[in-house]
């Protein structure tokens, strides 16, 4: 596990290294590393760290709580960066979501989905969103059931604000990578299915798959962003 970064050196150095594995990767793979985004996830990051990453070139975060990603982009409003919020949401946090996320990556029920377009209308703005699913089966993940993906999508239709990008998972938790890569495998035929049944401009093509642990089997299986916090940041204990 790497140690705490310093400075916008350290932050630099960890991002180049996770880079260069991510090539590594898409080139073993026969894919364009172009085509793979790095999302770097900062949840439980104190804010003089990130500011060293936007100085480092990054230009999004991932966070997994609307508290903290709230206090944090109030705290780092002036340099612009923007907020992936990529945890499980409840409806009575929907507001913050649709003001300040420039992209949710857990979108798992239609419920969240009618609280997101009533505020995103009310702000004026659109969201990017990605639906979650649960690969794994188990029962501590969030995620819409793979069965009711294709049910979930032809609703999302209806709602104008959100712009869906694609497919977001999280893998079982096991030190089995064919398990794992199973989950990622999933996620792509349901991506594959959704694309032939409903079309790319409806549901997107985009696979977010791939943590600190496991990115390089997400990408062998076509993910096109990874969330890495721990590789880039250290560990969060
Ligand atoms: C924390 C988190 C990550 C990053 O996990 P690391 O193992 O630190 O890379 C990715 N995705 C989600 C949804 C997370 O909550």
Request: charged share 25%.
């Amino acid at each position: 596990m790497i140690s705490q970064p310093q400075s916008v050196a350290d932050l630099q150095h960890n991002l180049e290294l996770v880079r260069e594995r991510i090539a590594a990767t898409c080139e073993r793979s026969g894919r364009d590393p172009q085509d793979v985004r790095l999302l770097p996830v900062s949840k439980t990051v104190p804010e003089e760290v990130l500011r060293n990453a936007v100085a480092a070139g990054v230009v999004m975060f991932g966070e997994n709580k609307v508290q903290e990603v709230v206090r944090k982009s109030e705290n780092l409003a002036d340099t612009g960066v923007k907020w992936a919020v990529i945890g499980h949401l409840q409806t009575n946090k929907a507001k913050y979501v649709a003001e300040l996320a420039s992209e949710f990556q857990a979108l798992d029920s239609v419920k969240v989905a009618a609280a997101l377009h009533k505020r995103l209308q009310l702000a004026g703005r659109e969201l990017d969103v990605f639906v979650q699913v649960n690969t794994s089966g188990e029962a501590s993940k969030f995620g819409a059931d793979p069965a009711a993906v294709p049910a979930l999508l032809e609703q999302l239709a209806g709602y104008a604000s959100l712009r869906v990008r694609g497919f977001m998972t999280m893998a079982a938790n096991t030190d089995n990578s064919a398990e794992v890569a199973a989950c990622f495998a999933r996620l792509r035929g349901i991506r594959d299915s959704a694309v032939r049944d409903f079309g790319e401009n409806v549901c997107g093509a985009e696979l977010s798959m791939g943590m600190s642990g496991d990115f390089e089997l997400a990408i062998a299986e076509g993910s096109t962003c990874v969330r890495v916090g721990s590789s880039i940041f250290g560990s969060r204990n």
